[in-house]
């Protein structure tokens, strides 16, 4: 839909949709109709955010790459990441700082990416799941935790969960079951799976923990 | 109506890094102009195009609004310090705790990440009628369709309703109410500092508005004195769900108690009306009396008096003087009463 450089490419919406625009266009917009309004919807902006004047071109440090990327004043930072930069693994459930399936850290700190506008980042820190597994794939505790525990059911909530659980647990390494549940209160599971996500999270705050000490 | 997935509608965003840019711009754009602290209010009316402004004044990138410092007598914080750094700051946690722990019980930890305290005690009313963009009163209309026979109405106000029947939704401001806070105010005429209950503003003096600001205004920082330090609080706060949910009723002491007599005392709720309430009335009387189930007892029935309810709250007039009386006779004496 779009890249790097900024330039947005609107593809018309496709006469066909295949199985996995359809589910992204249900996922996204509650009907499946709506995937195409949808994309109909994003042509016509780019027209009306040219009337912005100021700074749109942005270096944001994200994953610890520096990315130019072209901003409109409106956006959000899970826009930017999904459409602008390709990092689909940052989920939008609610687009409504309702839900945690965006959530993303900042400066270490979690934040729903969908209630952050993309220009109050260009001097912060930002992480998503993309940038949690080392160069040579090794996977981040947490996540080997779920894989370990196969923690979650379809999985759309699991970014979020990571990302909560990343920064909770750095700053609290050795938390009980409740604490950290506290620590992740701030997202759901549509398919109700908490006890096997806490399950998870625990074994991957243990992995973390013995990695600490390695 | 269907919830918008899309970006949200061009506007012109400024980012200002000292208050007196802020207040600049604030003054040149006038009514076109919305304030963004953390945003957990804004995004919501942006999105879903109910408010639509043309430009977007961005707080977030001016230091000397945030954080907490000592002051002169207690503390000072920062309009735009977030709701985390309050609840872990040490000196709050260690004299101010009610703040915290009104604090923690906000939303979710990414909001309390985010959220700030100005924007905690300047958000708006969450009517669904009014967020949903009907043209209520307080949309500037002359109805209320919460106030009707079939209105839902299980969230909405039992005090002072004034054909708008909306309630604040804070959860600090009536911790702050308690704490005697004073909020510091930009102006165009220069600062002003006001008592944190006159802050709030109901529908006899502003149906649009839940606060005195008008635009151009800023809330630039809250002052705690040390006044009630250390004394007896109590937080408590009733809601649906555990985490993300606004009040229904929440209700904030503090106490100093000598020789087993209620020496002095102050007590606000909110969710019971468009405004936090204090509720003087309860202070007068309870002082001098011991903090028992009796004195508890009295306490609940008077907050309640006047009180009127609507088709689906009137669940919030025992509510509201159950959690009254164990602010005032302790969580362990009192009983829940109907
Ligand atoms: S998509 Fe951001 S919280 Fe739901
Ligand atoms: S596993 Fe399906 S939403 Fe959580």
Redesign the interface.
Known sequence: MSDIDGKEKIEPPPSTLSRRDLIKGVIVGGVAVSSASYLFRASTLVGQSARGTGERLLTINVNGQLRRVDVMKQETLAWTLRHKLGLTGTKLGCDRAECGSCTVLIDDVPHYACSVLTHTVRDRKVLTIEGLASPDGTLHPVQQGVIDEQGFQCAFCMPGFIMASVAFLKTNPNPTRTELAHGLSGNLCRCQDYDKILTAMMRGAENMRRASRA | M??I?????????F?PTSIADAQKLLQQQGHDAWV?AG??DS??W??DRIKKPKV?V?L??ITELKGVRTAADGIEMGAMTTL?EIIQHPIIREKYKLLAESAELV?????R??GTIGGNVSQDARCWYYRAGWPCYRAGGNICYADTPEGRNREHAILYADRCVAVNPSDTAPALIALDAKFVIRTSKGERVVDAEDYFIGPDIDITRLHILKPGDLLTAIRIPSTWAGAQFHFEKVRDR???DFPLLNVASVMMVSSGRIERIRIAVNGAAARPLRLKVVEDAVRGKPPNAATGEMAGKLAVQGAVPLQFNAYKIPLMRNLVKRAIGGVQEATWTS
């Open positions: 269907a919830v997935r899309d970006v949200m509608p061009a506007f012109e965003l980012q963004l945003g957990m995004f919501d942006l999105k977007v961005d977030s990138g985390t939303a979710s930890p990414q909001i990440n985010q555990n985490v993300w």
